[in-house]
């Protein structure tokens, strides 16, 4: 992938060595950066919300010395401005305390601590800066600083700093209170913690602010956001001489007693995505007609389930097609997941979802030495079942807990959830930005295997398939919210119409990139 077309996602770490790069590397004074940062977010203020009167939370670090900065340009503005210097006067040094002197001296008013008595400022605030916190910030707020970020998630229009306060900057991570920010200023570059969630879903909109650092001193990103040029680039469109078995023939296993419907959804899902024929295998007792008439329903061997009666069969379709999806409604019966076992020997790129993800167990170094494309599609529970972690601790440590996945199983993983993540056993990550919470519904996720397995099926290394079809399965679903229906009433057959659209839009470069949500959701 290009990675000049990707957004680059910044660790604290790293925005150190940019910082160090600039000051002791090149010269550039501490004191001017902080006056270009402030300055910067002052703009966006004044053109986003045009205030009357403002309230500044500043912290004792650096990220307060920015506040000063706001405060000073605002009130230059001719906006009527309050500060609460939350560390109180001698609590600040360098940069930062020049900066609140020249406030003092202005006559801007500013208050220590947090105002704890002081609502009626607060309530008819305009907006609300929080400049608590900086991208260094690691574990839970407590004392003052906890107090001063509860006082803010009260006001109606909330700013922040470079980061929301509360959020991990180098992992998105939030382990105590936190900023509810309507808008985030990123100085210079995004921050992990700006798109991975649970501290993603609490940035707002981000708008990354230049502050005066040369691209010279820039370093390697912790992790990319995936925009529309990127994955466009990956896209490889039918030809006038191509055929329906030259673009991507695609065999679905999946399906058991009442439950045939996932394995026709991500069939139907690889053919809107552009795969040439799609087989959708399924058991002799349970097999019918699919739903969608361009779909093959191939009945192999086996009552209501895929067991070793289904081996030789599915072996001998998998041989014939260029990529293969596996777990969709396959049901957890412990002959079916032994089939499943035995089906990873196989040298067919595949996709493995749900159920064939439960026959895994917690060993992903079951996928280990492969040799060929594998892309594991989990949401936090399936992958917490990976990993013999709780569901819940997946969800607090996204980033970390997908990439140690995908080492292990020496494969491509993609989180599915908001703001899902595509990870390779180098370490790589990507952030999908596209989605919305209609896809918070039952069959989805079954539509995201057929569009990712798809391109493993035109012939895209694994971890391309995943972030193209991630961000295309998030794009159909933004156009469907937009013109045919809403976040609440989206179900999974809704975006057939919209993939073909979406990868259209990729190809004539008509998405920005922009969305009305700022992350996607949860998939299924």
């Given amino acids: 992938m290009d990675e000049s077309l990707l957004m680059g996602l910044y660790a604290a770490a790293s925005m150190r060595a940019v910082d160090a790069a600039a000051i002791d590397g090149l010269g550039i004074p ?36 920015d506040g000063f900065v706001v405060a000073r340009e605002l009130f230059n503005a001719g906006c009527d401005v309050v500060v609460y210097a939350i560390a109180g006067r001698a609590g600040y040094k360098g940069d930062a305390l020049l900066n609140l002197k020249i406030l003092d001296q202005m006559g801007v008013e500013v208050r220590e601590g947090i105002g704890e008595d002081d ?47 509360g959020v991990g900057a180098s992992t998105g991570t939030v382990h ?97 995505a552009g795969a040439g024929t799609v087989h959708c295998l399924q058991p002799l007792g349970i097999a019918g007609p699919s739903p969608f008439v361009e779909v093959i329903t191939v009945p192999v061997p ?15 379709e998998a041989a014939r097609f260029r990529a293969m999806a596996v777990g969709p409604g396959l049901g957890r019966a412990a002959d079916t997941q032994k089939f499943v076992r035995s089906l990873l020997a196989e040298d067919v790129p595949l996709l493995i979802d749900a159920d064939g993800l439960y026959a895994l167990g917690d060993k992903p170094e079951l996928l280990a030495g492969r040799g060929v494309p594998t892309v594991l599609t989990p949401h936090e529970g399936e992958l917490g079942r990976l990993l013999g972690l709780p569901a819940e601790e997946v969800a607090a440590g996204r980033l970390e807990c997908v990439r140690s996945a995908a080492k292990r199983g020496d494969v491509t993983v993609v989180l599915k959830g908001e703001a899902s993540i595509v990870a390779d056993p ?46 295309v399965h998030g794009l159909a679903a933004d ?29 004539l470069g008509e998405d920005d990139d922009g969305h009305d949500d700022e992350h996607s959701h949860d998939h299924d």
């Fill in 30 to 65: 501490g004191g001017h950066l902080m006056e270009r940062a402030g300055a910067a977010v002052a703009d966006e203020i004044l053109e986003r919300f045009d205030p009357e009167s403002v309230v500044v939370y500043a912290g004792k670090g650096n990220n307060g010395g």
């Fill in 119 to 165: 609502d009626l400022t607060l309530e008819l605030a305009d907006v609300v800066v929080d400049a608590i916190f900086g991208t260094g910030f690691t574990g839970a707020a407590k004392g003052v600083e906890a107090a001063a970020i509860e006082r803010i998630d009260q006001a109606a229009a909330v700013v922040s700093i470079d980061i929301a306060s």
């Fill in 176 to 272: 105590g209170p936190v900023v509810e920010a309507d808008l985030t200023v990123a100085l210079h570059a995004a921050k992990v913690g700006h798109f991975v969630t649970p501290g993603g879903a609490f940035s707002g909109e981000v708008v990354i602010a230049p502050i005066g650092i040369p691209p010279i001193c820039d370093r390697e990103p912790e992790a990319w956001l995936l925009t529309a040029a990127a994955v466009a680039d990956l896209i490889r469109p039918k030809g006038s001489l191509d055929h329906k078995r030259s673009v991507g023939t695609v065999t679905v296993v999946g399906g058991s007693r009442g439950m045939t419907g996932a394995a026709n959804l991500t069939a139907m899902a690889a053919l809107r």
């Fill in 302 to 316: 086996g009552d209501d389930r895929f067991a070793a009666a289904s081996l030789a069969a599915v072996k001998e």
């Fill in 426 to 471: 180098s370490g790589a990550a990507y952030v999908i930005p596209t989605g919305n919470p209609g896809l918070a519904t039952p069959g989805t996720g079954d539509v995201l295997s057929g569009v990712i397995v798809a391109q493993l099926a035109k012939g895209l290394p694994a971890t391309e398939a995943a972030c193209l079809g991630g961000y």
């Fill in 479 to 507: 156009l469907a919210v937009a013109t045919r229906t809403s976040t609440e009433g989206l179900i999974a057959s809704d975006l057939f119409d919209f993939l073909p659209l979406a990868v259209e839009r990729l190809l």
